[in-house]
């Protein structure tokens, strides 16, 4: 199972990305897709996860300001990203949860500057 990220970039503060990760190489569905990230000298921190059946969870720092979507179908995950601060600089890794364990993909960077 391969994932493969995308759309991460350099913005400025209040501006908005959209990043996606697509899941291939299986024909299961992934139970739980998500997103972490890790700042330079941080530990990686979850960002949102989206369970099969659309639940959600977010972390604290985020809420209100990302919002994570799934095609099931497709074993593909968004994440839209508004109202962007340089806190929110980090490298973003897209995981999934399969019948078979959890994969990560290669990580995507978000730099959030003036």
């Known amino acids: 199972v391969q994932l493969q990220a995308s759309g991460g970039g350099l913005v400025q503060p209040g501006e908005s990305l959209r990043l996606s990760c697509a899941a291939s190489?299986?024909?299961?569905?992934?139970?739980?897709m998500g997103w972490y990230r890790q700042a330079p000298g941080k530990q990686r921190e979850l960002v949102a996860i989206?369970?099969?059946?659309?639940?959600?969870v977010y972390g604290d720092s985020v809420k209100g300001r990302f919002t994570i979507a799934r095609d099931s179908a497709e074993n593909t995950v968004y994440l839209q990203m508004n109202s962007l601060k340089p806190e929110d600089t980090a490298v973003y890794y897209c995981?999934?949860?399969?019948?078979?364990?959890?994969?990560w993909g290669q990580g995507t960077l978000v730099t959030v500057s003036s």
């Open positions: 995981s999934a949860i399969m019948s078979l364990g959890t994969y």
């Open positions: 190489g299986s024909s299961f569905r992934a139970s739980v």
């Open positions: 989206i369970s099969s059946d659309s639940k959600t």
